[in-house]
Each structure stands twice: as structure tokens, then as C-alpha cells.
């Protein structure tokens, strides 16, 4: 009579930890893409992020712009196979892109957030758009939260600023969001200093006739973590909102003290 | 009176004012109140001093009613030789107002009044035109108008029954029978212009003519009651000195609102003042003080979100004391429908010539925070 062998579980061997197999990022040495993340302390999302950076185009290179961080973010990313730029101090997202877009050598500039991880098929439209579809500015055409009845002070100074460069039909699509994505001619044509201040950037792109367009929708608001202090986030609009002063500014430098819009002929002289 | 014949005043006013408040979002401002006072529980008479949702008559106003009536009656028996009804009413109002420390909000005083008035009718049987109005200092009005032969009397008759001083309208380009229109109003004063003077001008040059206090701006296509245009005469006179329209109840929701609505919700959030949300100079009625005027100047009233912007600027007091709903009345013309139309594109302007003003002022970034960004990354970051 042959007896069944019932399985036996041998506690006393030790588990067999299998590394996870991760393929390091390849940094092309004539890449197309380039894709700019700025990071500060975000050691916990990096990897993923870096993945999906990894899938977007074959000919790509990515720059992770390491800053003030003290979790050992630039370690990991260096581990990853991405390109690192370090920084002791913080610097912010808008100037951490700065200074990754004035490194990178592709001729798309993706620029993407450390702590929010987006698929990278909701990624490609960005590269594509500005690789093949001749656009120089490749928005997010995430407009905020809808169906508010009283809407958050950024979202009413994106649209408002889109209307007043006479694009209303970008909406409330802003270089304050991710991702994004600049051509090398963008970059040339608007320099990138003017990227430390984003609302700033869109309007000179628009300014100078370049292609702006948001070519795709990415939901920013359901993946962006809900862990800021409430302070902080109101300084944070106030910061937004500034910038946003500074961008209607460059229109007045550039068009006059009203935008370029006339006043239908008002008779200002018979009032002194 | 028996109490069934108040009541019948009372319902036929209510009706009266619903039918004249057109579009008024009584729900809205209900669900406001209601918060207040909590759980729906409805505050004793004592407590409510003007007419609360349901349109019941709070304590005030009922005393307004009742005094007016006394008066009223004392004014048939003396056939016409006493004291006139606006000094009685002026009696009445400067004891209550003593013995109740403060007059009320500009809502409730606007409300007596009409009470006062109501009574007084059914004790004189004479009803008054006027409205009576606690006004301290003196008060103009300033109509715009190109040709508008067909609202303007209607916008002056309204325009007498408040205590204004001086009624001034602006006539500009007209080729019909305004100014026809304004030879029927012996009292109305009137400045004529052969040529248009464009959107908004005629209100400041109506300014620099008139020698009010308060100073009340209407248009002469735009026909709205003596009772809504109480309030804002009342802000201004009790120490506002930029009395807005308030449009939020009538404004739809943010996705569906066009880029001017948005441009002037915009400008008040810049300035440091979202309370005011949608609300400009732009949009009339509205009300602005001599002392105001003084200070900006009358050439920016021309652009009025300029005046708007140089007012909060310079910490001026900007309110929105009532809503009166003009966005359904505003006449349809060329140009001034559609996304994008040419009087969108100037009010545009208007906003943008506003921040530069300002920015000239106060710096580019105006009163936003001054941290830097690495500042500031590191303040978020410090979790």
C-alpha cells in the first residue's frame, strides 16, 4: 500500500528572500526624453516614480533633482540608475525643475513630482506631443476640482489668467501642474530662469506665439497626498497666487497697462 | 387696525416685494439664517428685530408699523398741518434707535422704513411716495444714460421717492427722447453731452457735479425699486465708503461662470479681500462716499475696477450691503453678449489696468507672501 505523503511545512528553514527584480534605469546617452523630478525627502515613492519614468520612451534620460533632502533620497536614486543633481538646501519644485530642465539634454522636457506616482501610459502624451505633434508647451488639462460652488483661489487665478492671454480655451491648465512637458525651442524661446516662477513661464510661452496646448488629463487632485499642514497650504496659495501676479505683470510689460485690450473708446479727457 | 387687517397689509406688502425681488434666492440666504439660530428653531419676537425668512415681522418692524400708523392717523386728524411724514418718521426712528443702542444692519433699518411707510398709509389713507430714510448727511444720485427714453422715467420716479439731495443725470449721446424724458422731472439736474463718453465715464463726470456725501450710481436702463436701492444709500451714509452690489446669489456655479465674473472674483482675491467674491464696481447699483472720491480721484472712477482696487488698497471700508439682481435685467445689445464680446474684452482690461495700479502701488506681488520658495519647501516638508 503506497502512503500519501501529506505535505510537511519545515519551520525550521530559513525563508528565501528573493530580491525584487527591478531593471535599472538606463540613461540614454542621446536622449529624447528627458524626464525632470524634483525630490525632497521622498524616499518612500521614488522607486515607483522612477519605474514608471523608466517605461515612458526607449531614448530617455532621468534626472532626479535630490534637494535638501536628509531621508537618503539621492542614494536611492543613484541606486535606481537615474541621473542625480544634488542639493544641501531645499529649493522647491519650481526651482528644482529649473535646474533639472537647464541639465537635461532631450529634446522633450517631462517634468514630474517625486511623491505622486502616475502610470507612465498617462505620462507618454506629454513626450509624444511635444516629439511628434509639434507642441511646445504640453499641459496637464487638469482644471482642479469641479462642480465647486466656491472654488480655490488658484484654480479662479489659473483660468483667469488663461482668459486673460486670450486662451480661454486652455482652461484652468497651468505649468503649476504636473506633469508637463516644455520643447527644447520652448526652453530656448522663454530661457529658464523664467521657470522658477510657472505662471510666469506660461504666459511668455504664449506671449511669444508658442504651441501651448493641454493635450492630456491626468486626475493631479486624487494623487496628490492630503498631508499638508493647513498653514503651509495657505502659504502655498499665497506663493501661487503671487506668481500669478508676476505672470499678469509680464503681460502688462509686454502688451501695455491693459493687456492689450482697448476701453471701446471711452472718452477719458472730459473727466480730470 | 385689528390685528386681520395688519395682517392683510402685511401679506399684500409680502407679495408686493416677492413679485418686485424677482429671483431673489430666499432658500439661500434662508439655510444662512437658519445656521444662526440653530436647529431650526425660530427666535423669539424679541430677539428678531427686522422680518426673518418666513417674512414675519420682527419686534422693530412691527413697532415701525405701529408708529407709523399713529402718525399717520394724527396727520389725517390735523388735516395735513403737522409735522410731514419724513420728520416723523425721523422722530420715531432717532428714539428707537436710542432705546435699541445702534439702528440695526442697513437691511433692517430699510425694512422699518417701509413699515413705518405701510402704517402710515393705512392711519392717513393718503399712501406717501417717499421712503424715509435715517440719513445723516446729504445725498446725491448719478444716472448714466444714452438713449434710454423708455427706462429713464422709470429710473427717476424711483429715484424721488428716496431723500436725495440732488438727482444728477448724465446724458451722453442720446438721439432719442431721453432728455425729453428728463424735462418731465422738474427736480432732476442733468448735464448733456452730444457724444457718447463711453462705458463708465459718465459716472465720474456725474460724480464731479454732484455735491452729496453719499453718492448713489444707477443706470438709466436699468430700472430698480426705491426700497433695493435704500440700503446702499444707508452703508454709505453710516461710514462704508464703497457700497457693491452683492451679485453672489445670482451667479451660477464656478464651471459655468464667464471669464468676467471670474476676472472680478480674481481681483478681490488679490487684493486680500475673497469675502467680496464676485462683487465690483462694475456692476450697479452702488453707492461711494465723497470722502472716497477725494482720495482716488474722480478720472478712476471711469474705470471702475481701478476705483475698486485703489480703495482697498488704501484701506478704505468696501462692502457689499444688499443684492439687487441686475444680471437678468441688463439689456441685451450687440456687443455685449457671447464669450469674448468686445464689452467682456473691455472689462478685461478694466481689471488688468486695475492691478497695474496697484502693482505700481504695492510691488508686483502685491500683499502675497514675501517667503521663498526654499523657504517654504522647507516649511512644508517639516512634517
Known amino acids: 500500500m503506497i502512503r500519501k505523503r501529506t505535505p510537511r511545512i519545515r519551520t525550521n528553514r530559513k525563508k528565501t528572500i528573493r530580491p525584487k527584480k527591478r531593471k535599472p534605469l538606463i540613461n540614454h546617452p542621446e536622449p529624447l526624453v528627458s524626464i525632470i523630478i524634483p525630490a525632497l525627502n521622498e524616499k518612500a515613492t521614488l522607486p515607483a516614480v522612477l519605474r514608471e519614468a523608466g517605461r515612458v520612451h526607449p531614448r530617455s534620460e532621468t534626472i532626479v533633482v535630490a534637494n535638501g533632502s536628509t531621508d537618503g533620497t539621492p542614494d536611492v536614486a543613484r541606486r535606481l540608475g537615474a541621473r542625480v543633481i544634488w542639493s544641501p538646501d531645499p529649493l522647491g519644485h519650481d526651482v528644482g525643475r529649473r535646474v533639472g530642465a537647464e541639465a537635461a539634454k532631450g529634446r522633450a522636457l517631462l517634468f514630474i513630482d517625486a511623491d505622486m506616482v502616475i502610470p507612465a501610459w498617462q505620462l507618454r502624451p506629454f513626450a509624444e506631443a511635444v516629439l511628434e505633434g509639434g507642441v511646445d508647451v504640453a499641459l496637464n488639462g487638469y482644471s482642479g476640482p469641479p462642480n465647486r460652488r466656491e472654488p480655490h483661489p488658484v484654480v479662479v487665478a489659473k483660468h483667469v489668467l488663461n482668459a486673460w492671454l486670450a486662451r480661454p480655451d486652455l482652461r484652468g491648465a497651468s505649468l503649476t501642474a504636473i506633469p508637463h512637458a516644455l520643447s527644447r525651442k520652448a526652453l530656448q524661446t522663454i530661457g529658464s530662469s523664467v521657470l522658477d516662477v510657472p505662471p510666469l513661464a506660461l504666459a511668455a510661452a504664449v506671449l511669444r506665439g508658442l504651441e501651448v496646448r493641454a493635450v492630456h488629463t491626468v486626475q493631479v487632485g486624487r494623487l496628490n497626498p492630503r498631508r499638508r499642514r493647513k498653514g503651509c497650504r495657505d502659504l502655498l496659495t499665497s506663493l501661487v497666487l503671487g506668481d500669478h501676479l508676476q505672470a499678469i505683470h509680464g503681460l502688462i510689460r509686454e502688451k501695455g497697462a491693459r493687456g492689450g485690450y482697448d476701453d471701446l473708446g471711452r472718452l477719458r479727457d472730459k473727466v480730470r | ?383
Request: net charge positive; aromatic share 4%; charged share 25%.
Open chain 2, 1 to 383: 387696525m385689528t390685528i386681520l387687517d395688519d395682517c392683510a397689509i402685511r401679506l399684500g406688502d409680502n407679495m408686493n416685494r416677492k413679485g418686485l425681488r424677482r429671483g431673489r434666492p430666499e432658500s439661500r440666504a434662508g439655510g444662512i439664517r437658519r445656521k444662526r439660530t440653530g436647529h431650526g428653531r425660530i427666535p423669539p419676537l424679541s430677539q428678531r428685530a427686522a422680518s426673518d425668512e418666513t417674512g414675519r415681522p420682527g419686534w422693530m418692524e412691527t413697532a415701525a408699523r405701529k408708529a407709523g400708523f399713529t402718525a399717520g392717523s394724527g396727520h389725517a386728524a390735523s388735516r395735513g398741518c403737522g409735522t410731514t411724514f419724513r420728520e416723523a418718521f425721523n422722530d420715531w426712528f432717532s428714539a428707537a434707535a436710542e432705546s435699541r443702542k445702534g439702528g440695526g444692519t442697513v437691511r433692517e433699518i430699510t425694512d422699518c422704513a417701509l413699515a413705518f411707510r405701510e402704517g402710515y398709509s393705512a392711519g392717513s389713507g393718503i399712501p406717501p411716495k417717499e421712503i424715509p430714510l435715517p440719513l445723516q448727511r446729504s445725498a446725491s444720485a448719478v444716472v448714466t444714460a444714452s438713449n434710454e427714453e423708455k427706462t429713464l422715467p422709470l429710473v427717476l420716479s424711483e429715484l424721488e421717492k428716496l431723500p436725495l439731495q440732488e438727482i444728477m443725470v448724465v446724458l451722453n449721446g442720446c438721439t432719442d427722447g431721453s432728455l425729453e424724458a428728463v424735462f418731465r422731472h422738474p427736480r432732476v439736474l442733468k448735464l448733456h453731452f452730444p457724444e457718447r463718453l463711453g462705458h463708465d465715464v459718465g459716472r465720474a463726470v456725474g460724480a464731479k457735479a454732484v455735491r452729496g456725501e453719499t453718492i448713489l450710481f444707477v443706470d438709466g436702463d436699468l430700472p430698480v425699486v426705491a426700497e433695493e436701492l435704500a440700503p446702499f444709500l444707508l452703508a454709505v451714509d453710516r461710514g462704508t465708503d464703497m457700497a457693491l452690489n452683492d451679485i453672489t446669489p445670482f451667479l451660477p456655479p464656478f464651471p459655468q461662470q464667464d471669464e468676467v465674473t471670474r476676472s472680478k472674483t480674481l481681483l478681490n482675491l488679490l487684493l486680500g479681500r475673497p469675502d467680496l467674491q464676485a462683487n465690483s464696481l462694475t456692476a450697479v447699483p452702488h453707492a461711494l462716499s465723497r470722502k472716497l472720491i477725494d482720495a482716488i480721484g474722480t478720472p478712476a472712477l471711469a474705470v471702475p475696477p481701478k476705483a475698486q482696487a485703489l480703495a482697498i488698497a488704501r484701506g478704505f471700508e468696501v462692502t457689499a450691503p444688499s443684492a439687487v439682481n441686475v444680471l437678468r435685467k441688463n439689456r441685451i445689445r450687440a456687443g455685449n453678449t457671447g464669450a469674448g464680446n468686445a464689452v467682456a474684452k473691455l472689462i478685461v482690461g478694466d481689471h488688468i489696468e486695475a492691478l497695474e495700479t496697484v502693482m505700481q502701488m504695492k510691488g508686483i506681488r502685491l500683499d502675497t507672501t514675501r517667503l521663498s520658495r526654499s523657504e517654504l519647501a522647507k516649511a512644508r516638508n517639516a512634517r
